[in-house]
């Protein structure tokens, strides 16, 4: 078995129910953090950590999530005959080349253990990533090249944390780790002995929740034949790492590098569209002038427009 990390899948099959109604015809992952959607945002990092194919884990009417990795050949054509380069350029960037890209249904909504198993025929008996496109990293070096780098010293199965009010820990999948061998705050890799989905704050083991991205071993997809149901009467993919840990696979929990933005909430995507409009030095100044312009204004004010 390859330790190499080359595939990773993406679960994009839900409905996106808290966007509505845009959502009703627009892919949750197709909404744009300033001009580029939420999937490639996360398909940018798992190409920087090296992944050399994606895999799309979706349901029926979200076919332009696969679209839009392909070629566009009426626009590329006239974006070439304006000699709009830089337009030409950022299109072209999107495209994965043939091979690159696969797509699997998810037909019943059974959670995100079930998506993941969706797509075990592809992975073989080697680790793949999973990235969720709802959590948006900012970081100097990827969040999931980061990771990658740490399993490549550790190996076995890991997940990405952040410390959380134990207030706002319920909604999440919450590591137990083990104490006396993890090390400090100081330290990235956190040993886990086991995982529990969305506890009541106070009978959860930490204040470590699991965040979007993580590396699988091949050990999880044989718990996730095996898992029932748990939170929610879905298939939980914290429940499957949880049960691997316990039968003796080396887990990890791994705290990155970054400020992560929770883009599944409306809050979130809006506090995450401001902090990347503000790093483009484009419209930062402008924005910036805005927002001092709001936050200053009489409450219930209309501020006219530049």
């Given at each position: 078995m390859s330790n190499r990390i080359k595939r990773a899948i993406f679960p994009v099959a839900g409905m996106g129910t808290r966007f509505l109604p845009v959502t009703k015809s627009v892919p949750k992952e197709m909404l744009p953090l300033v001009d580029r959607p939420l999937i490639q945002y996360a398909v940018?990092?798992?190409?920087?950590?090296?992944?050399?194919?994606?895999?799309?884990?979706?349901?029926?009417?979200?076919?332009?999530?696969?679209?839009?990795?392909?070629?566009?050949?009426?626009?590329?054509?006239?974006?070439?005959?304006?000699?709009?380069?830089?337009?030409?350029?950022?299109?072209?960037?999107?495209?994965l080349a043939p091979g690159k890209l696969a797509t699997v249904r998810q037909v019943d909504p059974l959670g995100l253990g079930h998506a993941v198993w969706c797509a075990r025929e592809l992975c073989g008996d080697e680790p793949v990533a999973v990235l969720l496109p709802d959590d948006v990293i900012s970081s100097q070096?990827?969040?999931?090249?980061?990771?990658?780098?740490?399993?490549?010293?550790?190996?076995?199965?890991?997940?990405?944390?952040?410390?959380?009010?134990?207030?706002?820990?319920?909604?999440?999948?919450?590591?137990?780790?083990?104490?006396?061998?993890?090390?400090?705050?100081?330290?990235?890799?956190?040993?886990?002995r086991g995982l529990v989905e969305k506890p009541a704050a106070a009978d959860a083991p930490s204040d470590l929740a699991v965040i979007g991205r993580y590396i699988l071993?091949?050990?999880?997809?044989?718990?996730?034949?095996?898992?029932r149901p748990g939170a929610g009467g879905e298939i939980q993919l914290t429940d499957a790492i949880a049960?691997?840990?316990?039968?003796?696979?080396?887990?990890?929990?791994?705290?990155?590098?970054?400020?992560?933005?929770?883009?599944?909430?409306?809050?979130?995507?809006?506090?995450?569209?401001?902090?990347?409009?503000?790093?483009?030095?484009?419209?930062?100044?402008?924005?910036?002038?805005?927002?001092?312009?709001?936050?200053?204004?009489?409450?219930?004010?209309?501020?006219?427009?530049?």
């Open positions: 940018d990092e798992a190409r920087a950590a090296g992944i050399e194919q994606i895999i799309l884990v979706t349901a029926p009417g979200k076919a332009s999530l696969e679209h839009y990795f392909d070629r566009a050949a009426a626009l590329e054509a006239a974006l070439e005959a304006k000699g709009s380069v830089g337009c030409l350029e950022d299109v072209m960037s999107t495209v070096t990827p969040c999931l090249q980061q990771m990658v780098e740490a399993h490549a010293k550790c190996g076995g199965t890991m997940v990405a944390t952040m410390r959380l009010p134990r207030a706002e820990v319920s909604s999440y999948g919450v590591i137990d780790p083990m104490r006396g061998i993890s090390g400090g705050d100081a330290e990235p890799l956190v040993a886990v071993a091949p050990a999880v997809f044989d718990q996730l034949d095996q898992v049960a691997a840990a316990a039968a003796g696979e080396p887990v990890f929990g791994f705290r990155f590098e970054g400020r992560r933005f929770d883009c599944g909430s409306k809050a979130g995507f809006i506090e995450a569209s401001v902090a990347f409009a503000l790093q483009r030095p484009e419209l930062r100044d402008r924005l910036k002038a805005f927002l001092r312009r709001e936050l200053h204004a009489p409450e219930g004010a209309v501020l006219a427009a530049e």
